[in-house]
């Protein structure tokens, strides 16, 4: 019975695994991305020169900057980009007076200097993809994505049974061996690394668990709205009863620290100017575990505490934390490195698995030159996806350089040639023999990564020994990134050639059925 | 340099559990150990292992040291499986 046992779950862990597996690799790829999220952004606005600042002078210059620039809004806001970008994005709602077309948002450097910067969405994007995709609905994207997450928790579970030996086979990477080894891979990046893709599937799943379970919510409050505002409190402004000076926001902000003793990390304020007016200070999204943040409210002309909001329930610190352990926002640059190097190891994962699938099978084809429908088809969005996606990405950052600045929706402009590069490569991966295929797509993707130090050292001047030059570590870091990464799909390109000579040789070999490929083990 | 005593931590753990294995012994030492000296190896790992968490916790806090400890441990146990992959693509060349 036990072998019937894990004979089933391996049957589970195969056809959940490789059913969302091409949605998996997505989401795993742009998530990983998002650790460097912030890098990202600051990449594809060189424009920016980030002035390092601390936050409290910062909030100080921007409100300073909103009463020149807005003076007449009934609402501003103010956010930290936090500690690894050093500068201030700002909000604003405009009053009655202003135009219709006035502007109402602006991003700061650390000093409260007005920054242009082009039109991107940078690093936002890739994270925001990785659980709402793109053209198409997000209530809908974001239950696709969690019915492929819960098919990986399905995955990993189906998979640690089937492994039959974890603890033996815990060191074992043998390269070279076919099969054999992409099993090896596929069983390293997951085990190795078992605790991260537990508790990133795990909390992933929490992190959207009110969009998937609303049903929590619908017992113990009157709508969806009720809840939000319990759990995410929105204040809106009051009606304005007459002017009155600003306090000074450097000693609320001040305050509010030493009261929590964490950095703040955005400054809300109403009716700016008024007497009615109100200081909202919140903590920093990358100053504790939680994503779940504490916000004082200061009465906005004598600078007393009028208000406090901390989400310290069991339940609420729980959900926060998991959602903070999946986000890593606190993480330092030693812990955000191993949060990368773990979610790249998922990615490795969840190729192999996939190509895992057509190499047991290949072995066991009745014509090994004209596979079934089924076999194609898995060999040919395999390709799309694990060479397609990387191709993808690379063209977005090309694109953000190469674009003209002053066209319309250039952001927009950005993202669809992400999707028209990752289309291409899946029309090429159909068009040609998936052998081809590969070494062609793995090819491009690794040519088109390696471009993109180069058209930014031509389009910009930041390029890569300027900024190692001039200390920049995120923009060499980055152009570095892309060398290596660019290194990784050429040597797998490399891979993908020799193998297809190994296999030309074997197919003019194969008129016997003694050289099957030996040691084929199921799994 | 906590991070990297973490790390120290965690690979030198693994490498001793490595050690500590029948079928690795040939490749990372050349020769096969006795069943005590064996035995030693893999307390040794364990040992390793198991005391960076604290290390981790008086450090970073025990929250934030759980989180690393964990992330160091994979990069331990990833370095520990390239380096035994290359000794033994080494000796079997040599052999």
């Known amino acids: ?523 | 340099m906590i991070h990297a005593l973490l790390f120290l931590l965690a690979f030198s753990g693994f490498v001793l559990l490595c050690a500590a294995r029948d079928r690795h012994q040939r490749d990372l030492l050349g020769r096969k150990l006795p069943a005590g000296a064996t035995a030693r190896l893999r307390r040794g790992g364990l040992f390793l292992l198991l005391s960076a968490y604290p290390v981790a916790g008086l450090a970073l806090g025990w929250g934030y040291g759980a989180i690393e400890w964990l992330g160091q441990l994979s990069g331990g146990a990833l370095l520990t499986v390239l380096l035994l992959n290359r000794l033994s693509a080494r000796g079997t060349a040599g052999r």
């Open chain 1, 1 to 523: 019975m036990k072998s019937g046992f894990r004979q089933s779950m391996a049957w589970l862990h195969t056809w959940t695994g490789l059913l969302l597996g091409w949605l998996l690799f997505a989401i795993f790829v742009t998530g990983t991305s998002a650790y460097f999220q912030e890098e990202i952004t600051r990449w594809m606005t060189p424009e920016v020169q980030s002035v390092p600042a601390d936050r409290a002078s910062g909030f100080v210059a921007a409100t300073e900057w909103l009463k020149r620039e807005a003076p007449g809004g009934s609402e501003w806001s103010i956010y930290s980009t936090g500690k690894r970008a050093a500068g201030l994005q700002l909000y604003w709602v405009n009053g009655p007076e202003a135009p219709a077309d006035a502007p109402t948002s602006a991003r700061l450097d650390g000093t409260g200097t007005k920054v242009f910067a082009r039109e991107t969405l940078g690093g936002w994007f890739l994270y925001r993809f990785h659980y709402d995709l793109h053209y198409l609905n997000w209530y809908w994207a974001r239950w696709l994505v969690g019915i492929a997450a819960m098919a990986m928790l399905i995955a990993i579970l189906s998979g640690i049974v089937t492994h039959k030996k974890i603890l033996t086979d815990f060191f074992l990477l043998r390269l070279g061996k076919g099969q054999r080894s992409w099993l090896d891979v596929h069983n390293a990046s997951s085990v190795l690394f078992l605790p991260f893709i537990l508790m990133i599937t795990y909390t992933g799943l929490v992190s959207l668990a009110t969009h998937y379970m609303p049903w929590g919510i619908a017992a113990n409050y009157a709508n969806q709205d009720k809840y939000f505002e319990a759990a995410f409190p929105w204040p809106v402004p009051a009606e304005k009863t007459g002017p009155a000076p600003l306090a000074p926001i450097g000693p609320i902000v001040e305050r509010a620290e030493r009261s929590w003793g964490v950095a703040a990390g955005s400054v809300r304020i109403l009716n700016p100017g008024d007497r009615s007016a109100q200081v909202i200070v919140t903590s920093a999204p990358d100053a504790g575990m939680s994503v779940r943040l504490r916000s004082l409210t200061f009465d906005g002309v004598t600078g007393v505490p009028v208000g406090a909001y901390d989400p310290s329930g069991a339940a609420t610190a729980t959900e926060g934390t998991m959602i903070g352990l999946h986000a890593g926002r606190f993480a330092s640059p030693w812990l955000r490195a191993l949060y990368f190097m773990s979610g790249l190891a998922g990615c490795i994962m969840v190729a192999s698995g996939l190509i895992l699938w057509t190499v047991k099978r290949r072995a066991k084809l009745p014509d090994p030159d004209r596979p079934h429908f089924g076999f194609r088809l898995v060999e040919k969005l395999n390709i799309a996806a694990i060479a397609g996606l990387p191709f993808g990405m690379a063209v977005y950052f090309l694109a953000n350089r190469l674009l003209p600045l002053g066209i319309a929706d250039r952001s927009d402009q950005e993202i669809d040639t992400m999707f028209i590069a990752w289309g291409a490569v899946a029309v090429w991966a159909l068009a040609r023999p998936a052998r081809n295929a590969w070494l062609e797509t793995l090819s491009a993707t690794a040519l088109a990564f390696a471009s993109v130090p180069v058209v930014n050292a031509l389009t910009t001047d930041r390029g890569f020994f300027t900024s190692l030059a001039a200390g920049d570590s995120v923009f060499a870091v980055f152009d570095g990134a892309m060398i290596l990464i660019a290194a990784g799909f050429g040597w797998a390109a490399l891979k993908a050639a020799r193998r297809g000579r190994a296999q030309g040789g074997r197919a003019m070999a194969r008129r016997s059925p003694t050289d099957a490929i030996p040691g084929v083990e199921a799994a």
